[in-house]
């Protein structure tokens, strides 16, 4: 057996490379350090196939971790090289659909930037620190009309309230409702048969999932998902380094999945 046709079982079965349990020192965080800029990786050409899209945006006050990186950069620069989160992810993508994601690369987009538009799913990470100008928030209110989604992740009990103002801005009106299991996203691909998912450290609180819809209307597709007390991605980064248990990786990738086959089919 070949070793691509090895690592494609692997995917189908959403099995990862992993073993062990995660420590303390892979989420040990340093906020409040000084501003730096955080490089970003060259994306791959534009073609119109999926390409994981993460949302950069401005860093409020105490938000910046890691010898001073922003917070939109949570798990794209991690200790170890950069865009594991997203770069583990579109293998699994890969390996058990068939939207031929780009593996070559993938996109930190600008929230005020027009190629937000060529992308139909992002990915944010605390945007309890998250921090938008009159501009930025019409053109994020016009991406999610529009028909566009976003994954928040990795955040936790005292950034409710920033993330909760922020979307109101952005959706005058719309309310984040919580979402329970019989919810589509959590059966588009996978049937995922629990909400009580396991945080890879500890958040404060239960972990709970959160959604807005148009005019507030359940019928209507979802225009966010919140993975609220809750760092989804924290498992796709160190899937195969060891310290993320194989079983709950899993359960993170078939989130990751869900969400993005409900987006494009919704």
Do not use: C
């Not at 380094?241 to 987006?263: H, Q, R």
């Amino acid at each position: 057996m070949s070793r691509r046709r090895r690592i494609l079982l692997v995917a189908a079965a959403t099995l990862v490379v992993a073993a062990g349990s995660l420590t303390a020192y892979a989420q040990r965080r340093w906020w409040g350090n000084t501003p730096v800029d955080a490089p970003i990786d060259p994306p791959p050409a534009y073609d119109g196939r999926f390409t994981f899209a993460r949302l950069k945006f401005t860093t409020g006050p105490g938000g910046y971790y890691y010898g001073g990186l922003p917070a939109w950069a949570h798990g794209y620069i991690p200790i170890r090289e950069g865009s594991r989160a997203e770069t583990n992810f579109t293998k699994i993508l890969n390996g058990i659909t068939n939207m031929n994601p780009h593996l070559d690369g993938t996109r930190v987009v600008d929230v005020g930037e027009p190629d937000l538009f060529k992308y139909p799913v992002v990915y944010a990470t605390e945007p309890g620190y998250m921090v938008l100008n009159d501009k930025e928030v019409l053109a994020l209110r016009a991406y999610l009309k529009k028909g566009g989604f976003i994954i928040f992740d990795d955040f936790r009990a005292y950034d409710w309230q920033n993330f909760e103002a922020t979307m109101q801005r952005v959706l005058p009106g719309e309310r984040l409702i919580q979402l329970d299991i019989s919810h589509p996203i959590f059966h588009s691909f996978f049937d995922i048969p629990t909400l009580d998912f396991v945080q890879a450290y500890d958040r404060g609180g239960p972990a709970v999932f959160y959604g807005m819809s148009e005019n507030n209307d359940p019928r209507k597709p979802l225009q966010i998902i919140a993975n609220y007390n809750n760092d989804v991605s924290q498992y796709w980064e160190w899937s195969d380094t060891g310290f993320a248990p194989i079983d709950l990786s899993n359960e993170a990738y078939k989130l990751g999945v869900n969400y993005v086959i409900y987006s494009m089919t919704h």
